[in-house]
């Protein structure tokens, strides 16, 4: 499966994405611009101050109408103190409002995300690893939380004070205010050009990400595996040449977005000394006011240096793209296997089903099955028998909706699966797989999984009848007894058990057991097929099996072989036709066909 083509205009794409936060988002806004406006003035309290002292009765508030000196200087006071609260209280409001909007976008952007990647068919897990998918769903969103926290209200804060210091700059020395600018467009276009070259960078820096997090989710998974075929030192080299590539793209990354912020602050300092040294020469020749000269040079202090943090803003926001290019994507694969709309009570199944003409082969594989038909009646118990990669498996991957053949239909009672509710359609099939996943919680917890509204006598009676009641009040917590991850507390025959438990309390009108025994000791076995025959009534049964010892009383057994469908039929029909039902038959039980002779003792008596 080809992944999708690379999400353009992240940003935008984003915020059409947090467009019903619109309100929140324009309040935070407003919070974060008139926090930055009372931010900028104590350089305009300051070259009060000093116009106070310096021009004294002729100063700036005795021509509003303050006259005396001292009353001059405790009306600035007052001013200092409310604009200080204020500033205080929209810097609050900013940061709570930003904080709680990245966690809230963070939040549903995760969610949807995972809801999105429940809804992809089964091939696309087939294909992509768990870990990357893991970087994705958390690091990548983490990046997007950690610059709307902070990224987007330092953007929004910059432009405020760009803006407002050219507008003072302007009014009270526009002779000089052109040359304090000049750095400006400067530091712009080199943002520019920092982002685009950094931003390929940081895409290589998340894929690598995505690498290092699948192979150590691979290896926790595997641990059994690699401690008993002592690879430990083969696994360690392993993720350490992964993390030393993401180390190494890290590297690259750094070496440009670590140049950014001295090369500006070189740049601003030329405004600073402009400033700093043509309204000084204005000042004395007398064309400037003193309480000016000391706003435009505080004023050139605010603008410019924090223009130096730009780098950090922008080094946060490109790192923060690459991560929503991946988000973007995962949310842009198409999902292929799509509902149906019509409804289907599991109460009114009554379980006929039928392939016809069906088509199907994985992608880049030849073909599983190429036109079959096959038709199951109601409360039958049927059996699916072959060799490995015959479509035993994929029957039921079909039948659940995992995969849609290319062509050809399936129906149960009649009705095309691919027309019914998603969610009706599984709610009556139950699935007992030969690879068990319990959930870390405990046994009841997992007996319930599904059907979570079930009773404690509920589950209780699904146990017993699964035959694992006596095993589970056994354990010291019984039913609140915690499985451990994958349910590795428990053994093979014990999870498979909690298995069968789980779809008894489901209670599906159609019942599917993919090798249900195949990896459980005898008596594990007999115990397992005891609890089988007792759900099976009433039900249709579909049983996958390599063992026929299993099926041999099945109501109707399916032979599959690599060509299709081979034949069918009860198990003493197949063994009288002698096809190739019989010849499994006859290799699981250690006959010999008909003419075959012992083979010769070889000179060294070894046969």
Same mark, same amino acid.
């Given at each position: ?7 353009t205009?992240p ?8 467009s019903?936060h ?5 309040l ?7 926090n ?11 070259g009060?101050a ?9 100063s700036?508030l005795?021509?509003?109408?303050v006259v ?5 200087l405790w ?23 930003w ?11 995760r969610?949807?995300?995972?809801? @999105? ?5 089964l091939?696309f897990?087939e294909?992509?690893?768990t870990?990357?998918?893991?970087? !994705?769903?958390n $690091? $990548?969103?983490?990046q997007?939380? #950690?610059?709307?926290?902070m990224?987007?209200?330092a953007?929004?804060?910059?432009? &405020?004070?760009?803006?407002? !210091? ?12 052109w ?9 712009l276009?080199?943002s520019?050009?920092?982002? #685009?070259?950094?931003?390929p ?21 595997g641990?059994p595996? !690699?401690?008993?075929f &002592?690879t430990?030192? @083969?696994?360690?080299?392993r993720?350490?040449?992964l ?17 950014f912020?001295?090369l ?8 600073f000394?402009?400033?700093?040294v ?9 064309t ?5 000269y000391s706003v435009?040079?505080?004023m ?5 240096w ?5 780098g950090?803003?922008a ?12 988000v973007?994507d995962?949310? $842009?694969?198409p ?7 019509r409804?289907?009570a599991?109460?009114?199944?009554v *379980? ?7 088509h199907?082969a ?5 073909p ?6 096959? @038709? !199951? ?5 049927v ?12 029957l ?10 290319q062509?050809?239909r ?19 099939? *139950? ?8 959930? @870390?919680g &405990? ?6 999984? *599904? ?10 009676a699904a146990a017993?009848t699964?035959?694992?009641?006596d095993?589970?009040?056994?354990l010291?917590?019984?039913? $609140? ?6 349910g ?21 009108p ?7 025994t195949?990896s459980?000791d005898? =008596? ?25 010892s ?7 057994i ?7 469908? =081979?034949? &069918? ?6 063994l ?5 039902y ?7 039980t250690?006959q010999?066909?008909?003419?075959a ?10 046969r």
């Amino acid at each position: 499966m080809s992944s999708p083509a690379p999400t353009t205009a992240p940003l935008r794409r984003l915020a059409r994405y947090a467009s019903s936060h619109r309100r929140r988002t324009w309040l935070a806004v407003l919070c974060s611009v008139l926090n930055k406006l009372f931010d900028l003035a104590p350089p305009v309290l300051i070259g009060t101050a000093v116009d106070i002292v310096v021009q004294r009765e002729n100063s700036l508030l005795a021509r509003l109408g303050v006259v005396d000196v001292r009353d001059q200087l405790w009306v600035l006071a007052a001013v200092t103190l409310a604009i200080w609260v204020l500033e205080s209280l929209f810097e609050y409001l900013q940061k709570w409002l930003w904080r709680n909007l990245a966690q809230t976008i963070q939040h549903e952007l995760r969610v949807d995300a995972y809801d @999105h990647v429940q809804r992809l068919q089964l091939a696309f897990f087939e294909e992509r690893r768990t870990g990357g998918l893991m970087s !994705i769903l958390n $690091d $990548d969103i983490n990046q997007l939380e #950690r610059f709307l926290d902070m990224g987007a209200n330092a953007l929004i804060q910059t432009l &405020t004070s760009t803006l407002l !210091i050219a507008v003072v700059f302007f009014a009270l020395a526009p002779a000089i205010a052109w040359l304090a600018m000049v750095p400006i467009p400067l530091v712009l276009w080199g943002s520019f050009a920092f982002q #685009r070259r950094i931003a390929p960078r940081y895409r290589h820096v998340r894929e690598q990400a995505g690498l290092v997090n699948g192979q150590l989710a691979s290896n926790l998974a595997g641990i059994p595996t !690699i401690k008993s075929f &002592t690879t430990e030192a @083969h696994e360690t080299e392993r993720i350490r040449a992964l993390s030393d590539g993401y180390r190494i793209a890290n590297r690259h990354a750094i070496r440009l977005s670590s140049a950014f912020s001295p090369l500006i602050r070189m740049i601003i300092v030329a405004g600073f000394i402009v400033t700093l040294v043509l309204g000084g020469l204005d000042t004395l020749d007398g064309t400037l006011a003193v309480g000016s000269y000391s706003v435009l040079v505080f004023m050139t202090q605010r603008l410019l240096w924090p223009l130096t943090a730009l780098g950090e803003v922008a080094d946060l926001y490109q790192r923060a793209m690459a991560s929503t290019h991946r988000v973007m994507d995962l949310l $842009d694969t198409p999902v292929t296997i799509r509902s149906g709309a019509r409804r289907l009570a599991t109460a009114d199944v009554v *379980g006929r089903v039928a392939f016809e003409d069906v088509h199907f082969a994985y992608a880049g594989r030849p073909p599983v099955f190429a036109g079959l038909n096959l @038709h !199951i009646a109601p409360n039958q118990s049927v059996a699916f028998v072959g060799p490995t990669g015959a479509g035993k498996s994929t029957l039921v991957k079909l039948l659940l909706r995992m995969y849609d053949p290319q062509s050809g239909r399936i129906t149960i009672d009649g009705l095309p699966i691919d027309g019914l509710a998603l969610d009706d359609l599984r709610r009556a099939v *139950g699935f007992v797989s030969q690879d068990v996943y319990l959930f @870390h919680g &405990t046994i009841a917890e997992n007996i319930a999984y *599904g059907s979570f509204d079930a009773s404690r006598e509920a589950i209780e009676a699904a146990a017993r009848t699964a035959e694992a009641h006596d095993f589970i009040t056994a354990l010291p917590a019984g039913y $609140d007894t915690v499985v451990g991850e994958w349910g590795q507390r428990l053994s093979g025959g014990q999870r498979q058990r909690l298995s069968i438990a789980r779809a008894v309390l489901k209670d599906p009108p159609i019942l599917i057991l993919d090798e249900a025994t195949s990896s459980v000791d005898n =008596e594990t076995e007999a115990a397992i097929q005891r609890s089988l025959e007792r759900i099976a009534v009433g039900r249709v049964t579909l049983v996958i099996a390599h063992r026929l010892s299993t099926v041999r009383n099945a109501d109707r057994i399916f032979v599959l072989g690599h060509g299709g469908l =081979e034949e &069918t039929g009860t198990h003493d029909e197949l063994l009288a036709r002698g096809g190739v039902y019989a010849g499994l038959w006859r290799v699981q039980t250690g006959q010999r066909q008909p003419g075959a002779e012992r083979p010769a003792a070889s000179a060294s008596g070894v046969r």
